[in-house]
Nanobody, 123 residues
Framework: QVQLVESGGGLVQPGGSLRLSCTASGSRTNIYTMAWYRQAPGKQRELVAA???????NYADSVKGRFAISRDNAKNTAYLQMNSLKPEDTAVYSC???????????????WGWGQGTQVTVSS
């Protein structure tokens, strides 16, 4: 199992930026895919972005061109840079580590979840 700790959430105005961080500890820290999910009130959790240990990525259509996922394998940390934020981006963002499908759209084996961090986009 992998332990994940997120940071970087907060309140930002529309059009602003935030960067989320997710640091992993435990076993298999260098081989898993890391991903960010979000869940807004009354909505299902959705995959926002995923990145393999080799740097391949996948993004939800709603965030393409605005969000960027990256990782520093030496620090066991993944990042989500969020730009041009919109009120509809408001949600609890959670980090995941696991094994994913080849297209990075489906979680096949879960190895851990973070506790979640709140992102609120409002004027």
């Amino acid at each position: 199992q992998v332990q994940l700790v997120e940071s970087g959430g907060g309140l930002v105005q529309p059009g602003g930026s935030l960067r989320l961080s997710c640091t992993a500890s435990g076993s298999r820290t260098n081989i898993y895919t890391m991903a960010w999910y979000r869940q807004a009130p009354g909505k299902q959790r959705e995959l926002v972005a995923a990145i393999t240990s080799g740097g391949s990525t996948n993004y939800a259509d709603s965030v393409k061109g605005r969000f960027a996922i990256s990782r520093d394998n030496a620090k066991n940390t993944a990042y989500l840079q969020m730009n041009s934020l919109k009120p509809e981006d408001t949600a609890v963002y959670s980090c995941n580590a696991g094994r994913y499908s080849v297209d990075l759209k489906t979680l096949l084996t879960n190895w851990g979840w973070g506790q979640g961090t709140q992102v609120t986009v409002s004027s």
